[in-house]
């Protein structure tokens, strides 16, 4: 599966953005979706999964309670709301899918990623 990110941009801390990744070729609603991040300097470091039927799922503990993860299996796309946000959640926010598997946190079980999204918090 093809993936594109979007939605990224410049915000203030306290304020919201919400991320979108839009998914072509093979059948979206077979794959777990989960998002990642990587600042500058910094590894690549999980955000939120989802699977592929919306019931499961989970949140690294710096996002839980501001991120939420949600997919549209008709639109095949996959959102992050990102609310309170604090300058440390800047970075390049990546989309990524796995075929037919429960979601990880471990980027290494994803074989399908779209380009990044470049989300910037200032204080």
């Known amino acids: 599966v093809q993936l594109q990110a979007s939605g990224g941009g410049l915000v203030q801390a306290g304020g919201s953005l919400r991320l979108s990744c839009v998914a072509s070729?093979?059948?979206?609603?077979?794959?777990?979706m989960s998002w990642f991040r990587q600042a500058p300097g910094r590894e690549r470091e999980f955000v939120a999964a989802?699977?592929?039927?919306?019931?499961?799922?989970y949140y690294a503990d710096s996002v839980k309670g501001r991120f939420t993860i949600s997919r549209d299996n008709v639109k095949n796309t996959v959102y992050l709301q990102m609310n309170s946000l604090k300058p440390e959640d800047t970075a390049v926010y990546y989309c990524?899918?796995?075929?037919?598997?429960?979601?990880?946190?471990?980027?290494?079980?994803?074989?399908?990623w779209g380009q990044g999204t470049l989300v910037t918090v200032s204080s």
């Open positions: 070729g093979r059948t979206f609603s077979a794959y777990s």
């Open positions: 989802i699977s592929w039927s919306s019931d499961i799922t």
């Open positions: 990524a899918g796995v075929w037919f598997k429960r979601p990880t946190s471990d980027h290494n079980d994803y074989d399908s």
